[in-house]
């Protein structure tokens, strides 16, 4: 079975050496995506809005991928302070309705551009 980088021109291009989206067997592996926009500017308003970014940037590669959120298995949240758990999970549930996927919030200490939050997930092909 093949693979497939996902690599679309409505999201930020990678500095680094990995693929925004990768397909497998009908899965849908998308990359850590942190609070930026197409230009490159972080959106650090508040924690809701980076949580919303990520998202945005998130549904940018499933769509390109031929998937969107309600076809998420699983997502990994890792955000620099716990206390930011609250507003990010309520956040996440807005965007998400109620589609509920397998989740993790893991608190680590920081992230580039001086964001608080990175997003990755796993999603099937629609």
Excluded at 25 to 35: A, C, D
Excluded at 86 to 96: G, H, R, S
Aim: glycine share 6%; net charge negative; proline share 6%.
């Amino acid at each position: 079975m093949s693979i497939q980088l996902i690599s679309p021109d409505t999201v930020l291009t990678p500095k680094g050496h990995y693929s925004p989206g990768v397909i497998h067997n009908g899965i849908v592996y998308v990359s850590g995506q942190l609070p930026l926009n197409k230009e490159g500017k972080a959106i650090l308003d508040s924690i809701e809005a980076q949580v919303t970014q990520c998202m945005h940037n998130i549904a940018l590669i499933l769509d390109a991928s031929g998937s969107d959120f309600q076809h998420i298995l699983k997502v990994s949240i890792f955000i620099s302070d716990i206390s930011f758990w609250p507003k990010v999970n309520e956040t996440f549930a807005q965007i998400m309705g109620n589609h509920k996927p397998a989740r993790i919030v893991v608190p680590c200490k920081e992230f580039n551009y001086g964001a608080s939050v990175e997003i990755e997930c796993i999603a099937a092909v629609k």
